[in-house]
């Protein structure tokens, strides 16, 4: 019996190979899968491309809605940064593929999915936790890991099976894009050294050549999550789309750091997340406004932890649920706008105004007239420094003693 096979499709050299590859490495039929997640191809294309290729058949998937309410959202209300630089743009589309691709397996009663990730990346944990996660009684193959092909090989294979070169096959660079990022891997950026060429860069301008004029963008947030900016509602791709525009037009998004894979490698990292950077900034400086100190301090802890798990393929694991029922209860105090500052490749947040703010102007302000009763503050400070004076007190007892 012919095994049918669903692929997650791209439409690059890789992919290509791996249709053929796993057409006649198994026996099998191959369905292949693209999902749109913002990432600005051709879906047209890429089907074609896909059935000229012996695809048994297509799907072509505009999850970009999805992506948006169901997976970066979690992650603004989650502050999700990892290692402190990353906004984990592209581990937060991988269980979203994963997903689909069992979902299509199911209907086409494919007994495997395969992907085309790296035994070195963190991408193959990511689909392959998840696919398990939901379909255990399903093989995750993946073809990178089976056939050790060099790039010179893969072209080899694709002129001998009839596969479409891309033109840009020889770039040197490796790109990864949706709503939330794009990342920029390989060629001279293997060099942690060495700055990034401008020419990797497509979403973001270079503060040199950003507008000599700084520009202002209040963004509002409704139980977390960002609905208007300047005082105009936005549909959640929509809104994400235009500050990615605005604030790369600004030369605002670009990070570059040193990042702990997975697996254990050390990679030198480069993405382009306007909206992101923006967005999270914002959203983090209203939370100050709205959440006690002690829930922000807890929160932050809450934050990293989720971001880890995330970045770690964990997606699908009853903690990273536990997190969202704690930070979800945090959210629903978050309400109110934040003005942001975009010149030159900064951003600055220079106003905040919320109807549920704990800052009280009357407690704040440093005018005489002020309802805080300053004489409160000897008898705070004196049991503040209780623990303190006492610990400094046996100290210097001990020094004496030892005389």
């Known amino acids: 019996m012919t095994r049918k096979?669903?692929?997650?499709?791209?439409?690059?050299?890789?992919?290509?190979?791996?249709?053929?590859?796993?057409?006649?490495?198994y026996n099998a039929e191959i369905i292949t899968v693209t999902l749109d997640v913002g990432q600005r191809e051709n879906l047209r294309a890429i089907e074609k491309k896909a059935k000229d290729l012996g695809a048994l058949r297509h799907y072509s998937i505009d999850a970009k809605d999805e992506f948006a309410e169901k997976y970066v959202f979690p992650a603004i209300k989650a502050n999700a940064l990892y290692e402190g630089k990353y906004p984990v743009s592209t581990a937060l589309s991988r269980p979203l593929i994963a997903e689909k691709l069992v979902e299509v397996a199911r209907k086409e009663g494919a007994d495997a999915v395969a992907h085309g990730c790296s035994g070195k990346g963190n991408d193959q944990v990511r689909i392959e936790v998840t696919a398990k996660a939901l379909a255990p009684d399903i093989e995750v193959?993946?073809?990178?890991?089976?056939?050790?092909?060099?790039?010179?090989?893969?072209?080899?294979?694709?002129?001998?099976?009839?596969?479409?070169?891309?033109?840009?096959?020889?770039?040197?660079?490796?790109?990864?894009?949706?709503l939330w990022g794009r990342s920029i891997e390989c060629g001279v950026l293997e060099y942690p050294d060495v700055e990034p060429p401008e020419e990797i860069y497509e979403w973001t301008v270079s503060p040199e050549e950003?507008?000599?004029?700084?520009?202002?963008?209040?963004?509002?947030?409704?139980?977390?999550?960002?609905?208007?900016?300047?005082?105009?509602?936005?549909?959640?791709?929509?809104?994400?789309?235009?500050?990615?525009?605005?604030?790369?037009?600004?030369?605002?998004?670009?990070?570059?750091?040193?990042?702990?894979?997975?697996?254990?490698?050390?990679?030198?990292?480069?993405?382009?997340?306007?909206a992101a950077q923006v967005i999270i900034e914002a959203h983090k400086d209203?939370?100050?406004?709205?959440?006690?100190?002690?829930?922000?301090?807890?929160?932050?802890?809450?934050?990293?932890?989720?971001?880890?798990?995330?970045?770690?393929?964990?997606?699908?694991?009853?903690?990273?649920?536990?997190?969202?029922?704690?930070?979800?209860s945090t959210q629903k105090r978050v309400l109110g706008e934040v003005k942001v500052k975009l010149y030159k490749g900064g951003l600055h947040v220079v106003?905040?105004?919320?109807?549920?703010?704990?800052?009280?102007?009357?407690?704040?302000?440093?005018?005489?007239?002020?309802?805080?009763?300053?004489?409160?503050s000897k008898g705070f400070i004196d049991l503040w420094g209780l623990p303190t004076r006492m610990a400094h007190a046996l100290k210097r007892r001990r020094e004496e003693s030892d005389v």
């Open 141 to 178: 193959i993946a073809p990178v890991r089976e056939w050790n092909m060099t790039r010179d090989e893969e072209i080899k294979f694709a002129q001998e099976n009839e596969i479409p070169i891309p033109v840009d096959h020889d770039k040197p660079y490796s790109i990864d894009q949706n």
């Open 5 to 25: 096979i669903v692929l997650a499709y791209s439409g690059g050299l890789d992919t290509s190979v791996m249709l053929k590859w796993l057409q006649q490495k």
């Open 286 to 328: 209203l939370e100050k406004m709205v959440l006690t100190r002690h829930e922000i301090s807890f929160k932050h802890q809450v934050d990293a932890l989720w971001s880890t798990l995330v970045y770690t393929g964990l997606w699908m694991d009853p903690l990273k649920e536990d997190l969202d029922a704690f930070i979800d």
């Open 210 to 274: 950003a507008p000599d004029k700084p520009e202002y963008v209040t963004i509002r947030f409704e139980n977390g999550i960002p609905t208007a900016i300047n005082g105009e509602e936005m549909k959640p791709v929509e809104l994400i789309e235009t500050l990615n525009s605005i604030a790369g037009k600004h030369g605002v998004g670009r990070i570059d750091h040193i990042e702990d894979r997975l697996v254990g490698i050390k990679s030198r990292e480069v993405y382009e997340c306007p």
């Open 351 to 376: 106003g905040r105004s919320s109807p549920l703010s704990l800052y009280d102007l009357n407690l704040a302000t440093y005018n005489i007239e002020s309802k805080f009763d300053q004489k409160s």
